[in-house]
């Protein structure tokens, strides 16, 4: 993410492909007057048949909507846990 390799969670994208659910980047802001949350559409790719491979490619589309909703507000984003490698994320 934002041109640093960053570990992410298999686990969503394995659940949305295994059951067929279908699986959306969500964000949620801070306004003035509280919270305004955006749920974005449905993500898809084009399954290969080996999982894996699907549920890397599927995780690699949630992470480009998480840069997408990161970028627009970078104060709103917390991570509870680290993310990069140590000197490894974003400059």
Same mark, same amino acid.
């Given at each position: $993410?934002?041109? %640093?390799? $960053?570990?992410l ?5 394995? @659940?949305? @492909?295994?059951?067929? +659910?279908? @699986?959306?980047?969500? %964000? !949620? =802001? +801070?306004?003035?007057?509280? &919270? ?6 449905? !993500?898809?790719? *084009?399954?290969?048949? !080996? $999982?894996? *491979? #699907?549920? +890397?490619? @599927? +995780?690699? !589309?949630? %992470?480009?909507?998480? *840069?997408r ?6 104060? #709103? &984003?917390? $991570? =509870?846990?680290?993310? &990069?490698?140590? #000197?490894?994320?974003?400059?």
């Amino acid at each position: $993410m934002f041109g %640093a390799p $960053m570990r992410l969670p298999a686990g969503p994208g394995y @659940l949305a @492909l295994s059951t067929g +659910t279908p @699986l959306s980047v969500c %964000a !949620v =802001f +801070t306004t003035p007057t509280g &919270w305004h949350t955006i749920i974005g559409p449905p !993500v898809e790719i *084009e399954r290969t048949g !080996v $999982m894996r *491979e #699907d549920v +890397t490619a @599927l +995780t690699k !589309v949630i %992470a480009a909507g998480f *840069e997408r909703y990161i970028a627009s507000a970078p104060p #709103d &984003w917390h $991570m =509870f846990q680290p993310a &990069w490698e140590e #000197d490894a994320g974003p400059k």
